[in-house]
């Protein structure tokens, strides 16, 4: 059961653009999202979050913009740089003490095209 | 401050063989978490350990286990290893004295296993 969606597992964007990447998620009991970047060879690093009393956060160049009521997250990179290029994983976690952790979806290839 | 350290970096195992897998975590992290990536089911959550406890685990068979040292290192053992654990393993340490939405995880670079 996958509870963290990400339906698209690639997008292409021109350098400069605006790249969205969305997230979908089932369990009502989430209440707290975060973004992963992943380069080959390494480990995921974080990049950004939101807790579900915002319905926006922003840092620099990536904002993530939450909709509660569709259960639906996207990150928005302005403006794409190829060193953007990288899998992206949507993750989510509950406010349930120390026991919770975090669901990962399957991740988003983005590739920035010079 | 050194970053999460995982060895090896790559392993190549036959199946049925067993297979430990080592992280020492981020100085002053009492939680490390493990995920298995791969490409067609990205990051599974395996278990996690805080204070050489086992806080929470992921739905993997028995074959999967691991332990936490009182240093905070953690090990992670793959009993009689089939194609299928072909994967990416990864451990990711946190401060652990949250909620895990809370607090960041910071990843090491894994461990690549192939199972032939």
């Known amino acids: 059961d996958q509870q963290v969606k990400q339906n698209s597992p690639s997008l292409s964007v021109q350098e400069g653009r605006i790249s969205i990447l969305n997230c979908d998620y089932t369990?009502?009991?989430?209440?707290?999202f975060l973004w992963y970047k992943k380069y080959p060879a390494e480990g995921p690093t974080f990049l950004i979050s939101i807790s579900s009393i915002k319905d926006k956060n922003e840092d620099g160049r990536f904002t993530v913009f939450l909709n509660k009521s569709a259960k639906h997250l996207s990150l928005h990179i302005v403006p794409s740089q190829p060193g953007d290029s990288a899998v992206y994983f949507c993750a989510a976690a509950s406010y349930t003490g120390a026991n919770s952790k975090l669901t990962f979806g399957k991740g988003i290839t983005l590739s920035v095209r010079p | 401050k050194a970053g999460v350290t995982q060895t090896p970096r790559y392993l190549i195992k036959t199946r049925g063989q067993q297979v430990t897998l080592s992280c020492s975590p981020i100085?002053?992290?009492?939680?490390v978490s493990w995920y298995q990536q791969t490409p067609g089911q990205g990051l599974q959550f395996l278990f996690e350990y805080f204070s050489e406890t086992q806080r929470n685990k992921g739905n993997f068979p028995g074959r999967f286990s691991g332990r936490q040292f009182s240093n905070s290192r953690s090990e992670m053992n793959v009993s009689t290893l089939e194609l299928g654990d072909s994967a990416l393993y990864l451990c990711?340490?946190?401060?652990?004295?949250?909620?895990?939405?809370?607090?960041?995880?910071?990843f090491g670079s894994g461990t690549q296993l192939s199972v032939l």
């Open positions: 100085s002053g992290h009492r939680s």
């Open positions: 369990n009502s009991m989430f209440d707290y």
């Open positions: 990711a340490s946190s401060l652990g004295g949250g909620a895990a939405g809370n607090e960041k995880l910071f």
